[in-house]
């Protein structure tokens, strides 16, 4: 006995596919033996002058649903993505498209056109989008009603020569016909193989997984196209900077800044409040890292619903305080100094922390302070004040050169202020950031050099305006703020599941083989039964024949071969029972 993997003479298909498809009396004698190893749609080519309108929409139609379309779809959106990346979006930061439709005059008009501002809500994302989806159903839906069939049915019988298939064995037994074909039907089945009887052979198949598994991948990829899709359209994002002691309420006056998707709906804001309790962060002292934080937290009292209990918890980076479908996320941090402001007559006008933006790693910042109400100037008339602030946690010390930080915490704070006097614009209507300030319609404090009025305060110290306009404290309290962004984005837990069985279903397609094994067990003309093993697979592989011989090796033990009656050297016969001979080279003929 022996097992042979054909790869030539004119006995030797061209392969698993031409063995059922190809032209020849040999591909047409296998039959439905070779076919549905696989539900990929055989592509016919158009009878082009037959064509009518209905020919066409057929036309295009199988066309768009062909999978070489769908990976073409795939590639052309991963690549309309790109300018997403590259270039700044108006949902994403409106800021930085402003400020490149100012530096590029010529290339924003076009970039305007085109689109490339909001690539993602754009309509020929949208078409490829949309194509892809309507692509993968096409394709996927016709495959599986086929697989389903597949399932229901049995695998076809045996061809009528298996001496035609890429792996083949035979020999001679004793044993009868019935017998062996018992025992094969036996051995498949633990082997779990679907295997039945038709006929004068057994026929099995295996490796179902595979065509599951291409299927799996595909619809895995709708179900990811519809949750990213859906999450796009229902979400929401926003960015709240709170000071220690201060809370928010998920409301859509409270944030900072708040984008949305196209859908989105405010009655969709779950509804949670929270205070910050404290603020901890410890940073690396010396060293390479010096200054990287090692603790990064926020303390927070939270409440879900209008009239929930409250409760405590830790935010941390990566690790979001989740509510319902929304989750908050700690994403920066800085430092409020608290500020104390006067007028002549000694009355507090003013007095606040004040956050301030960090610049740097080792939280340089800046920042303004703005007293709008309540101030009057030494002749008894309204104005407004403004301070420029730049706060370092830690000083160089006099004569370091520029006041930058030199570590994040807070080890030897000051804080620098330049003070100005007149009208903030803050009456005016138009929308003002609490980190900047209009100059205008401001005026700049005068030492007695001439110059503009500016000091460095240590925690605790005063800044006395000139002409007796006042004074600025610089109080020993200085407080921490957390800046959070709350995202809410359906469709999350699909996205993730769909790219969990995409990857299964991928490794299925790629390592699991479809194969078919037939066993026929015929008495010869000379009263000797004749047993013949074939194996074909859906791809040359040398899984096949190497499975073939080891399934050969196990029914040989059960039905042990004879020697041909006309041999004379039975050691040295071609048909010699030599189960180990599973990948001798050459045709067998029973």
């Known amino acids: 006995m022996s097992t042979t993997s054909k790869t030539g003479s004119e006995e030797t298909p061209a392969g698993p596919e031409k063995a059922a498809a190809g032209s020849g009396t040999g591909d047409q004698e296998l039959g439905a033996a070779g076919s549905q190893l696989s539900t990929a749609p055989a592509e016919e080519p158009p009878n082009l002058p037959a064509l009518g309108v209905i020919g066409w929409v057929r036309w295009f139609w199988r066309q768009l649903t062909s999978m070489r379309v769908a990976l073409l779809l795939l590639l052309l959106l991963s690549l309309a993505a790109i300018p997403g990346s590259l270039i700044p979006q108006t949902g994403i930061d409106k800021a930085r498209v402003d400020k490149f439709r100012a530096d590029h ?3 924003a008009p076009i970039y305007d056109q085109l689109g490339l501002f909001n690539v993602y809500s754009s309509v020929w994302f949208s078409a490829i989008y949309i194509l892809l989806f309507v692509s993968l159903i096409g394709c996927i839906v016709p495959r599986t009603w086929q697989f389903v069939g597949q399932l229901r049915g049995r695998p076809p019988g045996a061809p009528r020569r298996l001496t035609r298939l890429p792996a083949y064995t035979t020999w001679r037994t004793e044993a009868e016909p019935e017998q062996v074909r018992e025992a094969a039907l036996a051995l498949l089945k633990k082997r779990r193989f679907r295997a039945h009887l038709a006929g004068d052979a057994v026929a099995a198949e295996k490796g179902y997984l595979r065509e599951v598994g291409n299927l799996t991948f595909h619809i895995a990829l709708i179900v990811m196209l519809i949750a990213f899709a859906w999450g796009q359209l229902f979400k929401y994002e926003g960015n709240k900077l709170i000071v220690e002691g201060q809370g928010f ?11 949305s998707g196209n859908l989105f709906d405010v009655a969709g804001l779950e509804p949670f409040s929270f205070t910050v309790k404290s603020f901890t962060g410890t940073y690396e002292p010396a060293g ?3 200054g990287t934080p090692r603790t990064y937290e926020t303390e927070l009292i939270y409440s879900e619903g209008a009239y929930g209990k409250e409760k405590t918890t830790t935010v941390k980076v ?9 989750k908050v996320y700690l994403v ?8 104390t402001v006067r007028d002549g007559e000694g009355e507090v006008v003013f007095k606040d922390a004040v956050p301030l933006l960090p610049l740097d790693a080792n939280v340089t910042s800046q920042g303004v302070v703005k ?17 420029q602030a730049w706060f370092v946690p830690t000083f160089g010390g006099p004569g370091s050169g520029p006041m930058v930080s030199q570590f994040p915490a807070l080890d030897y704070p000051v804080l620098a202020l330049n003070a100005y006097r007149g009208d903030l614009k803050a009456d005016a209507g138009i929308p003002q950031s609490v980190y900047q300030m209009d100059k205008t319609k401001m005026k ?9 009025f500016k000091k460095l305060l240590m925690p605790g110290e005063t800044m006395t305006l000139p002409d007796g306009a006042g004074s600025v404290t610089f109080e020993k309290e200085i407080k921490e703020w957390a800046g959070f962004q709350v995202v809410q984005e359906p469709g999350g837990g699909w996205a993730l599941a769909g790219s969990l069985f995409a990857i299964g279903g991928l490794a299925c397609s790629l390592f699991v ?10 008495e010869g003309p000379d009263g000797v039964t004749v047993v013949e093993m074939a194996g074909l697979g859906r791809s040359e592989s040398a899984k096949v024949p190497e499975e073939l011989g080891d399934l050969a090796g196990i029914l040989y033990d059960q039905a042990p071969g004879v020697p041909d009656a006309d041999d004379a050297a039975p050691a040295a016969s071609a048909d010699s029972p030599d189960p180990q001979a599973a990948s001798a080279e050459g045709a067998e003929k029973p």
Request: hydrophobic share 30%; net charge positive.
């Open 318 to 326: 990566n690790k979001p305080l989740k509510v319902g479908d929304a």
């Open 288 to 290: 390479p890292n010096k």
């Open 513 to 522: 083989q479809r194969r078919r094994v037939w066993v026929r067990a015929v």
């Open 332 to 339: 920066s941090h800085g430092y409020a100094p608290v500020v």
């Open 249 to 259: 309420a998920n409301t859509l006056t409270q944030y900072d800044d708040f984008k």
């Open 371 to 387: 007293v709008l109400d309540g101030y009057r100037n030494p002749d008894g008339k309204k104005e407004q004040l403004g301070f």
């Open 444 to 452: 700049e404090f005068k030492d007695s050099e001439g110059e503009q």
């Open 105 to 107: 005059d010529v290339l």
